[in-house]
C-alpha cells in the first residue's frame, strides 16, 4: 500500500521511518493493556515526546520539531495505521491553540513541556446541552479583580484526566447572547482548587485515549490567561483553529481506509471457503475493488488538501469536505473489510473489529459531518 506521496522528500521520507519504528517497537506492543486502562502510563508520553513525535509543526523555538503539516500528516498516519490512539492529535491541537493566541512567555512556558509529553493538553468546548451548538455553552468566567472565575461542566474532553494545560471555552459576558460572550481561557490545573476531571467514559472504540467529564466549581484562573487577550473572540478563535483538528481527522481517516484494504486483502487471500480462498469469489474481489478505488480517490484529494494547507492555501470548505467525505469513507470500507472477515471480523482480537469500532466516532467529533456539510453548503 503506497503512503502519502505528496512532497515526501527525502526529509518526509526519513521522518516516516524514525516514526514507523518507533510506534511499532513502543507503542503497538502496549496497545491491549492501554485499552483496559483507557490510556497509556505518563512515561509513554515522555517516550513520544524524546522521540520527537509531538508537536512536530511547532516552531523548534518553542520546543517543537520545526516541520509542517505534512510532518504531523506522517506522524497521525503512522499513529491511525496502527491503530494507536492516545490523545496526540488534541495534544497538537491545544497546541495550536496556544500558538496561535497565547502571549509570548505562555507559549515558552507552555509549548515546551508539551512538546516533551510532560505537559497534557485538552480543549473543552463541548457541555452536556452543547456540543454542535457551541453558541449555547453555559460555562462561565466571570472577572474578578486579576482573575476569572470559572463555573460549569464540559463533557466527552480528549485527554481530561491527565491534561495540565485546558484551553476551556466559558462566557464571559451571559448578558451577549450567542457567540459574541464567549471567550478561550487556559487553565493550568496542577493543584487548581475547584477544578475536577471525572473518571473516563464507557465508549464503543477509541479505548485508548481517556474522554471525560470536567467540573468548576469557583475555580480561579489569572486574567492573563484569556487567550488572544480580548473577551468575547473565542468562538471565532474556535472557528479559526478547528479546520487544523478537522484536517488531522481527515489524515487519520484515510489512513485507516488504506489499512483496512490491505489487511483485508490478505486475509481473503488465506482464508478458504468452497475450497478456494475467498478472494476467488467475485463478490469479495468487486467489494475490495470498490474500497481501493475510494481510497485511492480520496488520496489524491488529501494529498492535495495538505499540499495547499502547507502553502496556506486551502479553503475551509475544502477542509469541510475532507473532514466530512474522507470520515464517511473511512467507514464504509472498514464496514465492507469487517463483513469480509465473517465472524472473525466482529472478534475484537482482530484489527477490523477494532478499526470498526475506533472509526465510528470520527463522523460526529471536531464538528459532526452534518455540520461539514453546512459549511460547504454555506459557500455555494
Ligand atoms: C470520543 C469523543 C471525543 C470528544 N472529544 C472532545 C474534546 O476533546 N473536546 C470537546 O470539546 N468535545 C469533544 N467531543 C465532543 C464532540 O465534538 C461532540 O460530541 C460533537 O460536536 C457533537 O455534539 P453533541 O454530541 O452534543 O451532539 P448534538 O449537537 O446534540 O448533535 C446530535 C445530532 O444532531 C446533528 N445536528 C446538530 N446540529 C445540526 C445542524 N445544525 N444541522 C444538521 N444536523 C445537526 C448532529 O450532526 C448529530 O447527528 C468528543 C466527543 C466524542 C464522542
Known amino acids: 500500500m503506497e503512503r502519502l506521496q ?24 502496549h496497545q491491549a493493556r ?3 486502562q483507557h490510556g497509556p502510563e505518563l512515561e509513554a508520553w515522555r517516550k513520544a515526546g524524546s522521540a520527537g513525535l509531538l508537536l512536530v509543526d511547532v516552531p ?51 509549548l515546551p513541556p508539551m512538546a516533551r509529553g510532560e505537559l497534557l493538553g485538552a480543549i473543552a468546548m463541548t457541555e452536556p446541552h452543547a456540543g454542535s451548538d457551541l453558541q449555547a455553552i453555559k460555562t462561565s468566567a ?11 461542566s464540559k463533557t466527552f474532553i480528549t485527554n481530561g484526566a491527565h491534561a495540565g494545560l485546558v484551553v476551556v471555552a466559558a462566557k464571559t459576558n451571559a448578558k451577549v447572547i450567542g457567540m459574541r460572550g464567549i471567550s478561550l481561557i487556559a487553565l493550568e490545573t496542577a493543584g487548581l482548587p475547584g477544578y475536577r476531571a ?35 473572540r473565542g468562538f471565532a478563535q474556535m472557528m479559526e483553529q478547528l479546520p487544523y ?3 488531522q481527522i481527515a489524515v487519520g ?14 486475509y481473503v487471500k488465506e482464508r478458504h471457503a468452497f475450497g478456494k480462498p475467498l478472494f476467488d469469489l467475485q463478490n469479495t474481489r468487486f467489494k475490495l475493488a470498490e ?21 496556506g492555501r486551502l479553503d475551509e470548505p475544502s477542509i469541510a469536505m475532507a473532514k466530512y467525505w474522507l470520515t464517511e469513507t473511512q467507514c464504509r470500507i472498514v464496514d465492507e473489510c469487517l463483513q469480509l472477515h465473517g465472524g472473525y471480523g466482529y472478534m475484537t482480537e482482530y484489527p477490523i473489529a477494532r478499526m470498526w469500532a475506533d472509526s465510528r466516532v470520527q463522523r460526529i467529533y471536531a464538528g459532526s459531518n452534518e455540520i461539514m456539510k453546512e459549511l460547504i453548503a454555506w459557500s455555494l
Request: hydrophobic share 40%; with cysteine; aromatic share 8%.
Open 6 to 29: 505528496i512532497s515526501e522528500d527525502e526529509d518526509l521520507r526519513m521522518f516516516r521511518r524514525t516514526v514507523a519504528q518507533f510506534v511499532e517497537k513502543e507503542l503497538v506492543p
Open 34 to 36: 492501554w485499552r483496559a
Open 60 to 110: 523548534e523555538e518553542y520546543g517543537g520539531g520545526g516541520g509542517s503539516f505534512a510532518h504531523e500528516a506522517v506522524v497521525l498516519d503512522e499513529l491511525a495505521r496502527n491503530g494507536v490512539y492516545f490523545g496526540t492529535q488534541v495534544h497538537t491541537t491545544v497546541a495550536h491553540y496556544i500558538l496561535a493566541l497565547a502571549s509570548d512567555e505562555q507559549k515558552h512556558r507552555w
Open 142 to 152: 466571570r472577572r474578578e479583580g486579576d482573575h476569572y472565575v470559572i463555573n460549569g
Open 198 to 232: 471525572g473518571r473516563p467514559l464507557e465508549k464503543l472504540g477509541m479505548q485508548g485515549q481517556s474522554t471525560v467529564e470536567m467540573f468548576f466549581d469557583e475555580v480561579r484562573v489569572p486574567a492573563a490567561n484569556l487567550l488572544g487577550g480580548v473577551e468575547g
Open 245 to 247: 483538528e478537522r484536517l
Open 253 to 266: 481517516a484515510l489512513a485507516v481506509a488504506e489499512q483496512a484494504v490491505a489487511l483485508t486483502t490478505q
Open 291 to 311: 474500497c481501493k478505488t475510494a481510497a485511492q480517490v480520496g488520496r489524491v484529494f488529501l494529498d492535495d488538501c495538505i499540499e495547499r494547507f502547507v502553502a
